[in-house]
């Protein structure tokens, strides 16, 4: 059965949900999210025959300053940009700067940093708060963490090091993504990381990380890439990390620029974790275990790489990349139906079909879903001339 009524366009609205003083904000950035990338102009390395790391000028939002003999630097600019992670601890009213290797603790209006291991690192000046940001000698990054800085006046710095690593964070779980080699870092704020695994990763580009906690013992890591030229290629990865250990890893590609219609795939499904690698669908326990698997090749007859879009009971919703049509799995018997199909007219149908699906803006089927109630599962189209919104529902009884 099918229901159809016109609705009005959505108007979109953002709501700020909290706040934070300027000085949490200054001091820790926010949870899940990537600090903005640094301006990095290599300078001269210098001849020799010995190999010699190359010194990079850093140009950051914030500029240095000396005072009381010290030279202060701003303590989040520079965190990003080294490959060491920034978090506040409101337990113990601390800031935590985390790296691979060592990892420390200090308060503002103190002069001095503790490491995880306990010992005390003297900084020579006290950690300072101005006009909303936080400052720490520079020797914290020389002493700490190995890393000589030298402040070139304003807001630029030179260091011997390049960034090698993609960050990101779930609460106060880290991790940290080499991206030549894939190999995956995670821990706690404010100890030393341990070697999770290794994501089968490649060609990283313009690419995006973010974690997700799923229990107490279990995270997902999920990577986005487009990469080639006009950056063409593009890919995602889910990683499943269990005990801190990678214990599932899957991966999706698809070749073409046009990634119109591609919703990310959804996450989970009774506490199974929704993979996706190809043509391959597998629903997997908190902790790498597979539940269940489906072969899309199979059941669908396409050929392609494909996003999921929903999971319920009984249902999979599924969409092959180059038509861009979603298309609705019966769990149970396996009986597959091209929504669109069934929804559209067959004038839009027609209009759909004569679009050629290499063009960059060939726009997929337009559908969304938007839920279910009891056996009727609800869509929204935007109709591809007008820009529409049109509602309808779809029966799950004659499939089932």
């Not at 009213?93 to 603790?105: N, P, R």
């Not at 006046?153 to 894939?182: C, Q």
Request: no cysteine; proline share 5%.
């Amino acid at each position: 059965m099918i229901i159809q009524s016109k609705v009005s366009r959505r108007t979109a609205a953002l709501f700020t949900a909290s706040s934070l003083a300027a000085f949490l904000l200054a001091a820790a950035p926010a949870e899940g999210a990537s600090a903005a990338a640094p301006s990095l102009a290599p300078a001269a390395a210098p001849s020799t025959a010995q190999k010699v790391p190359v010194q990079s000028v850093l140009t950051l939002e914030h500029a240095g300053f000396q005072e009381n003999g010290a030279t202060y630097v701003p303590l989040k600019d520079l965190s990003s940009s080294l490959d060491l992670q920034l978090l506040w601890n409101p337990g113990k009213s601390s800031l935590e700067v985390t790296g691979l290797y060592q990892a420390v603790s200090l308060k503002v209006g103190q002069p001095k940093a503790y490491t995880a291991a306990g010992k005390t690192i003297m900084l020579g000046a006290e950690t300072l708060v101005r006009n909303g940001v936080t400052y720490v000698p520079d020797k914290l990054f020389s002493k700490a963490f190995g890393l000589p800085l030298a402040w070139e006046g304003g807001n630029r710095f030179s260091v011997a090091y390049t960034p090698k690593y993609m960050m990101t964070s779930a609460g106060r779980e880290l991790f940290w993504l080499n991206r030549e080699h894939g190999v995956l870092y995670s821990g706690q704020s404010g100890s030393v990381p341990l070697r999770a695994g290794v994501i089968r990763v490649a060609d990283l580009d313009w690419a995006s990380m973010s974690a997700r906690r799923i229990n107490s013992a279990s995270y997902a890591v999920e990577i986005e890439n487009a990469s080639g030229e006009p950056h063409i290629n593009n890919t995602r990865w889910r990683a499943l990390v269990s005990g801190g250990s990678l214990v599932r890893q899957a991966k999706t590609h698809y070749w073409n620029p046009r990634m119109l219609g591609m919703k990310r795939d959804v996450f989970a499904f009774q506490g199974n974790v929704v993979m996706v690698d190809g043509q391959t669908v597998m629903l997997v326990n908190p902790d790498g275990h597979i539940y269940k698997t489906y072969n899309l090749l199979e059941l669908t007859g396409i050929n392609d790489a494909f996003a999921v879009e929903a999971v319920d009971s009984d249902f999979l919703l599924v969409r092959p990349f180059q038509k861009g049509t979603l298309i609705l799995i019966d769990r149970r018997s396996g009986q597959t139906v091209e929504l669109y199909k069934q929804l559209i007219s067959a004038a839009d149908q027609a209009w759909l079909k004569a679009y050629p699906d290499t063009e960059i803006d060939y726009p997929g089927d337009k559908l969304a879903y938007t839920g279910r109630s009891g056996d009727l599962l609800s869509f929204e189209w935007t109709s591809f001339t007008e820009g529409q919104k049109i509602h309808f529902t779809y029966m799950l009884s004659p499939l089932s």
